[in-house]
Nanobody
Framework: QVQLVESGGGLVQPGGSLRLSCAAS????????MGWYRQAPGSQRELVAS???????NYVDSVKGRFTISRDNAKNTVYLQMNSLKPEDTAVYYC???????????????WGQGTQVTVSS
């Protein structure tokens, strides 16, 4: 059993900042990748940013230069610092992890429950 606890969403004015956090716990041996996806009403879920265990990162083009993803491997926690927020960033943001339950187990993935981010004046 894996638990993902997300926090940090909310309402912010355009140009403002928010920081999302996601802490993973439970039956986890190691986490290969951690990431944030988002889904706006009427749209498909899209990858916002991801970070591998070695620190390599990937961003969707629309957030490059504004969002920064980071992780604390010791705490199994991933962060998403969101600056210069725009109304089009409004969505439910979901934490996602790829992990192994044991040293010999295959890679599994797990989703958080989602946290609402609303950018509006």
């Amino acid at each position: 059993q894996v638990q993902l606890v997300e926090s940090g969403g909310g309402l912010v004015q355009p140009g403002g900042s928010l920081r999302l956090s996601c802490a993973a716990s439970g039956n986890i041996f190691s986490i290969r990748a951690m990431g944030w996806y988002r889904q706006a009403p009427g749209s498909q879920r899209e990858l916002v940013a991801s970070i591998m265990r070695d620190g390599s990162v990937n961003y969707v083009d629309s957030v490059k230069g504004r969002f920064t993803i980071s992780r604390d491997n010791a705490k199994n926690t991933v962060y998403l610092q969101m600056n210069s927020l725009k109304p089009e960033d409004t969505a439910v943001y979901y934490c996602h992890v790829e992990y192994r339950a044991t040293v010999l187990a295959g890679i599994r993935d797990y989703w958080g429950q989602g946290t609402q981010v609303t950018v509006s004046s």
